[in-house]
């Protein structure tokens, strides 16, 4: 029963690194450009410390305009862009500049919401006593925000193996490509259950160690 | 020590502008306990963010041992407020932080020599009796501890003023009496001025040297009293003046 397994073990192993490398670099993506986008659509909110009408007006459409298109049609309209900075537009590297559009605005959102939640006054306590801005943020806002935001990287990453699914497309691979064409197009549903199992137990890990790291960090 | 000369504070909201304070002009004295009482929304907290310009007058000027604050850069302005302590009703503490780490973060934003912080965070602690919780998160600490690690924490860069915005109001009485007590000890040990904004008229009477009453945006009263003033018994009948120093006069509001 577990012959085809074997067979395609290499193949397997295969769409595992490519899933890793796709939701590896959609992370990388989510913290360093996504934090700081969701710390300005924060900052640039009515009522908030640098209020900012028109920046976030124009930031939020952009988060919107990326959240709201249907994925696949997403990736072929970023095909221009993805030729331009990774020289072609099939492959798996091809396919984290997609991933990583949706990641950033994504978490960027998640970041927003987290940094909400932080009492107002902890910062005017920053201000009154004469942190800079770079302080306010690192030594205030992140700290008292951190838990929450280490829950919304979990949701994000979660979300990115599911969107990275589909990247067979344009030649992403990944375990979800994996399932479609040799167990659903081959007919061979061991090999396609295989997969899904792969996938869910990924996924409950990665939650448990999100939640995990987010309970241990929160002391609030 | 502190000057504000006829500052003006008004905030849009949705339904047109708001004064919350009104060409107020007030002298600070050094060493003196300076309360500023009146009833919620007399804009009392408002004039108290002026003082470190945690809020912009709209017009007027504020000096601190005569030097504009108003005309300050933001850098300088910075420099200013790090000499200036502030505590809160609601503490305003870092909750994921130690109680130390608390404490040390204003040394790190002032630039205090690294391997001497450890001595003087724990140098504050002592002073407010919390050196045995230095490694405890605030969630832990009852809410006088909690003002009490707010205080280590205003103190940490020594500064000249300390400004507090109803400091007890979030407290029992027994807990209230325990950090004014914190508050004269400052005053009288450290030589540190001291600004109360607060509702509660035993403040004021226990532990104010000069007292400021609001109302509406303006000051409406402003009067000194001494140790041997005569301390009436708690009530609400009176001006404010009546009630804090048991002689007739001031403005009833």
Redesign the interface.
Known sequence: MFESLQQYEAQMWESIRETFVMVGVSIGAAVLLGLPLGTLLYFTRKGQLYENRSLSALLNAVVNVVRSFPFLLLVVALIPFTRLLVGTAIGTMAATVPLSIVAIAYYSRLVEQSLLEV?R??L??A??????RT?LIF??LY??A??GLVLGLTASTISFISFSTVMGVVGGGGVGDFAIRYGYQRFETEVMVYAIVVMIVLVQLIQFTGSTVARL???? | MLTLQEVSKSFTQREGSYQAVRGVSLSVEAGSIHGIIGASGAGKSTLLRLM?L?ERPDEGMVLLEGRPLTELTELE??????K???I?Q????????TVSRNVA??L???GYPRKERRDRVMECLQFVGLEDKAGQ?P?RLSGGQRQRV?IA??LA?GPKLL?CDEPTSALDPATTADILGVLRHINSSLGVTVVIVTHEMDVVRSICSHVSVMEEGRIVDSFSRREEDFLPPAGHSGSYREQITGKAGGVYV
């Open positions: 009492p006054g902890t005017e306590a201000r009154a006593m004469g942190a800079s302080a030594k205030f700290v008292e951190r838990s960090l929160d002391k609030r | 470190n945690l302005l910075r420099r200013e407020r790090q200036m302590g502030m809160f609601q503490f305003n503490l870092v909750a994921n932080a973060i204003p790190e934003l002032s998160y969630a707010a924490r205003a860069n400004l």
